[in-house]
Structure formats: C-alpha cells, structure tokens
C-alpha cells in the first residue's frame, strides 16, 4: 500500500469514527432513581397506550375491575394492567442519552414522532405520559418523561409491553362450549338449513346420507370446533350499528349444549356483515351483551357451507380412450 492510499484509510477511519460519535448517542453518567418519580401502583387508575397513527387503548382499573370505558367498559385483565404500571415505575435514569429538545425527533421521543406513549393517571387526577422512541444497537430502547427534555436508554421494557389494540389486554374468547356438552348444532345461511347431530358413537353426522354419499368428517369436525371455541379480534361495544347488517344475517347459528349443572340450554351466534377492509366478520351471541369482530377463518364456514361442503366429492369419471381409427 502506498503512501497515499495509506493517508487516505487513515482519513476515512477518523472520519468513521467522528460520524458514529456525533449522530450516535452516548450514555452520560445517571442515576437509578426512577424515571418517573414519586408514584406507586396504587395511585395509578388509568392506563392509555398509543401509536403515532392515533391507534391506542385506554384502560380504567376501579372497585369493579379493569374495563375498557371506550368500549362500554369491556372486562380487561388487571394483572395486565398492573404490569405495564411496573414496568413503566420501574424504569430509571441510569442511562442519560440527550439533554436537549432537538434531539427529540432523531431519537423517535418528540410530539411529533414516537412509537408509542404511555399515559398514566393517578387517583388525584394528576397525568404523567411516557414516549418510547428508538431501538438502540444494545437491544434497548429510547424514552422521555413528557415535560422533560432528558432522554434515556431504558432495557426493561418495549413497545411490545404496550399493546395499541384491544385484544391483548382482554380474554379473547367469544363464545365457548365444551364438546361433550354440545347436544346438536343448526346453521342457517343463504344456502339452506344443517343441522348436526351425533349419533350413539358420538360421531357428528348430518342426518341421513343419500346412496352413495359420503359424510366428511374432517370438514364437519372442522365446523363443530369453531363452536367449542370462537375467539375475537375486538369487542364493539353494546350498541348495534346499522353497518352490521343485522337485518340481513349472514348466518344463524344455533347451539342446544348443557350448562354447568347439567341443564340443557339454546344459544345463538348472529353471524352480520363482513367488513373485508378489516377482514373481520361482525358477531353477536345471546349470551353476550358485546358485539364483536371475529376473523372469517372463525365464522366462513357457517356463512358459506352447504350440504355439498360436508360430502366427500364424487370421484371424477375417468374418459374412455378415442378409439383409433
């Protein structure tokens, strides 16, 4: 290597090394008080999550449990609840990464540019708001008290720990029957009325079987299973809209089962619209007062099977061979 080329490694390693100095964050001395001081769980009632694009969950802890006041205060999971609030008073100042505002937005912690916010409010009244930026090359994570101009690296938490969406903080099953307590099952959609029943073994079945028909079991099992347990995407609130269609059902499904003490019991699923920029179908059970969204894999079937569905397909004929002539 010549002299020049020499000169010329020596000047893009300095430059290497200045670049990575200036736009990369180094870690100031700090301390390990907390990040945001002065707060213990008890005093946190409310808890609200959100993106940048204004998507985000508000929840309300109360003598009655966690709910979701913006869905007609849907049951949610308090241990959820108390566990972002620990995670959020757990973080501390140890790792000081910036003083100033204007390295609010290269780090993702501005008003204007986040991942997420979490927002605390306490039984007094008082809010306190946290944004979550930038994930650093060490597997951490950028974050500023709003009000406060110094950011931090923080490790123990991540914009995974604050959902945006509703069903991860509540119990996503919309409907549920154990299967040896099911007694028979009704569809009804454009394409006619099935009804399965099981029979001495019991096997599901769909009545009596034409000559040479036969039943498939896999996509009748298949069918049965979404009763035994059907999960949501999101719980609507109480009020029906007239985007759901209820006055046009998709489907009705219609399930005779035996309750916990052995009693038998008649409970439907109203199958509504398909909303098919959100790919979710519209559902509401007689034992819920909450309309839901439930993914088409959940409710098609009932939407779309006829008998035909249900019947091994005939085997195709094979063509006679063209005689040569």
Known sequence: MNLQNRVLLVFLVLQSVILAAVLWPESAPGTDEPLIDGITR????????ADISGRGTRLVLGSDGCVLP????????????????????????????????????RLTVSERSFERTIELVLSDGTIRRVFLGSVTQLGSIHARVDGEDDVYRVTSISTTDAPVGPASWIDTVYFATPEDALLSITVENSGGRLEFVKDDNGDWGIGELEEGEILDTEAVDLLISKVESMTMREPLGKSEDPSYRFDQLSALVTVRSLDTDGA????????GAEFEDKVVFVVKSSESEYYAFVAPFGVRDFVEHTR??????????????????
């Open 70 to 105: 913006d869905i007609d205060n849907y049951p949610c999971n308090e241990d959820t609840f108390l566990e972002l609030v620990d995670e959020v008073l757990g973080l501390t100042k140890e790792n000081l990464v910036a003083k100033t505002s204007d390295t609010h937005i």
């Open 264 to 271: 038998e019991q008649t409970r439907t699923i109203r199958i």
């Open 42 to 49: 008890e005093q946190v009632v409310e808890l609200a999550t």
């Open 308 to 325: 035909t569905n249900l019947l091994v397909p005939p085997p195709t004929p094979t063509p006679e061979p063209t005689p040569a002539p």
